[in-house]
């Protein structure tokens, strides 16, 4: 059987445990096709959209914590998993991606459907691969399943992440018909274990002991996925240093009591003196990118004297230009291991707390303007993403799209009470274009309910994501439609010049409403404030049914809600705008 070694590709990711694949429609792509969908321990997807496959692939490794398999024909279909796969990249999400395509002696031959797909995703995945044409010479065989084994091994090294393999393959690509075709089951499968690496004792003592030298400890966590070990382990440090903790709602550790969610909020409108009085000796972070700006900025211009950065291994990002340490280890793993161990010195934990309470003085003060300005209980989307947020149920997938959706959950935060929601959003790159079917994929892999908030604007763009023939009853969809970009009304620049309206926020007109009856959705508009009470029970409440929830505003009434909060915010301070 001329395939035999690429149907072997389908067996080889069962026995290393990849077996969630999506498949893209396409003829050079059979040879894979049919290895997968013939497979019993290969569960298979087909979605038509490759842009959009390829984020629902995304959501599925995320969901499962185990690399998704994408499949697609030659040609531009390739170039269509291009901004997933970027997403992917800096998420360090696994993905096993194959492009079909044409033996090489076949490119830029003026050949239908062929382009130059040798590392056709540049630098944004971990390694590509090129699968010989032919497989007569046992070491052709040999090769691909050594490929196979490696793209997958690579793609759950830490960082994990994207791992390409373009496939060229020569016709006839189908087997005839009735054929039967086999998986081998002589395959050799290569295991890689990586261990995570423990701190020798010494350097543990040494690090507790440098920790005592500061008085004015600080801890950011970066977006990463909900993990109670984790949790634990930095609410133990973090009392052992009587240390701060700044976690947005991307970081997860809102189950966190003591956590600092509103730091965007409040040093979006303090004066410098506050700041100078936040100002951290020791700034120690961890976890991928934060969502705040004003933090980002305070941090740059209130250096530290140091910034320690807790990662494996992989790329450190000097992201406030302060890096001195990089500590290569579980940040878990650094938390217990110096938490453990480190001596307590009564006179330098005072002047720790001290700090700590000016951290904690700022977040009461802002949640107290910022409840006298969610108590009117208005009709905007600031203060009906707050609302919703406070009614989540105790477990569920919160998915979030760029840009102001992600910004506005934040703004609002979530209970400390509710460890069960976990949160999720495309930050690796920020598009807005696979933020729906990131959320489809995650939907796809498990059953707890799914809730994605997002802007007109990413929901229209994204809207392949729901056009295939799964059901997905267990996601629920809130559409803030002010029918435009409003963010960049929002942020200062484009706010002032005068091709924002028809080059920036780009005015469009669309609802749901065909939307929900071309793919036979529950549709529940809701467009004033009486509405509301029952269309959150019905948008809350489960069925068989997908539930798109549409609140219609308008871009003035936001502009100027959002406007509001931000003077409640700095009137908290004493400062009149
Ligand atoms: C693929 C992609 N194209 C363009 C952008 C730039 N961009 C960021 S936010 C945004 C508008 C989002 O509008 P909407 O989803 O309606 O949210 P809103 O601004 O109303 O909150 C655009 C075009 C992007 N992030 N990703």
């Not at 999506?22 to 569960?43: K, Q």
Request: aromatic fraction near 10%; glycine fraction near 6%; include cysteine.
């Amino acid at each position: 059987m001329r395939y035999q070694p690429i149907y072997d590709v389908a067996e080889l990711c069962v026995r290393q445990g990849v077996t969630h694949v999506v498949l893209c429609p396409g003829s050079r792509c059979a040879p894979l096709t049919i290895a997968f969908a013939r497979h019993d321990n290969i569960i298979a997807k087909t979605f038509s959209d490759e842009r959009s496959a390829a984020f629902i692939a995304t959501g599925i490794a995320h969901q499962t914590q185990s690399p998704a398999i994408l499949v697609c024909t030659s040609g531009s279909a390739a170039f269509n998993f291009a901004p997933a796969i970027a997403e992917a990249f800096f998420q360090e999400i696994p993905l096993l991606i194959f492009t079909a395509d044409r033996p090489k002696e076949w490119i830029d031959q003026l050949d239908g459907q062929t382009i130059r797909q040798t590392n056709i995703f540049g630098a944004h995945v971990k390694k590509s691969f090129n699968l010989p044409e032919d497989y007569e010479h046992p070491d052709a065989v040999w090769y691909i399943h050594r490929v196979i084994n490696e793209a997958i091994n690579l793609s759950q090294e830490f960082p994990k992440g994207p791992v390409h393999v373009n496939a060229p393959f020569r016709e006839p690509l189908y087997p005839a018909k009735g054929e039967k075709i086999s998986f081998n089951q002589n395959l050799k499968v290569v295991r890689a274990h990586s261990f995570s690496q423990e701190i020798a004792s010494d350097e543990i003592t040494e690090f507790g002991r440098r920790l005592n030298d500061f008085s004015k400890i600080l801890l950011l966590a970066g977006q990463q996925d909900f993990d109670d070990d984790l949790l634990k382990a930095t609410e133990k440090f973090a009392q052992a240093n009587h240390a701060p903790v700044l976690g947005d709602i991307l970081s997860n550790l809102h189950s966190n009591q003591s956590v600092i969610r509103y730091s965007d909020t409040f040093l979006g409108s303090c004066g410098e003196d506050v700041k100078k009085s936040l100002q951290p000796e020791l700034l120690i972070t961890f976890g991928k990118s934060i969502i705040s700006k004003n933090t980002k900025l305070f941090l740059r211009k209130y250096k530290p004297k140091e910034h320690w950065h807790i990662q494996p291994s992989g790329n450190s990002a000097d992201t406030f230009q302060a890096l001195t340490e990089v500590i290569k280890c579980e940040p878990k793993v650094f938390f217990k291991a110096v938490t453990s161990n480190q001596a307590k010195k009564k006179f330098e934990d005072q002047k720790k707390e001290n700090f700590k309470l000016i951290w904690e003085a700022e977040e009461h003060r802002t949640i107290q303007s910022m409840n006298s300005f969610f108590k009117n209980g208005g009709f905007s989307e600031i203060e009906l993403v707050k609302d919703f947020i406070s009614q989540l149920p105790s477990r569920c997938n919160l998915h979030l799209a760029n840009s102001m959706a992600v910004r506005y959950a934040n703004l609002a935060g979530i209970e400390s009470g509710k460890k069960g929601i976990h949160v999720y959003s495309n930050r690796g790159a920020s598009g807005i274009d696979g933020c729906t079917s990131t959320a489809v994929g995650h939907a796809l892999s498990n059953e707890t309910p799914n809730f994605l908030l997002t802007g007109d604007m990413a929901f229209f763009y994204d809207r392949n994501a729901f056009w295939h023939t799964y059901r997905l009853p267990n996601l629920h969809v809130l559409v803030l439609n002010n029918h435009g970009g409003i963010i960049f009304s929002m942020i200062d620049g484009p706010g002032n010049v005068a091709e924002l309206e028809e080059f920036f926020v780009t005015k469009q007109k669309l609802t749901a409403q065909h939307l929900c009856s071309e793919f036979g959705f529950e549709y529940l508009p809701i467009d004033s404030t009486k509405k509301i009470k029952n269309g959150w029970k019905d948008f809350l409440t489960f069925n068989s049914k997908t539930k798109i929830l549409e609140i219609e505003s308008s871009q003035d009434a936001n502009r100027e809600a959002y406007h509001k909060f931000k003077q409640q915010i700095k009137e908290g301070y004493g400062i009149k705008v």
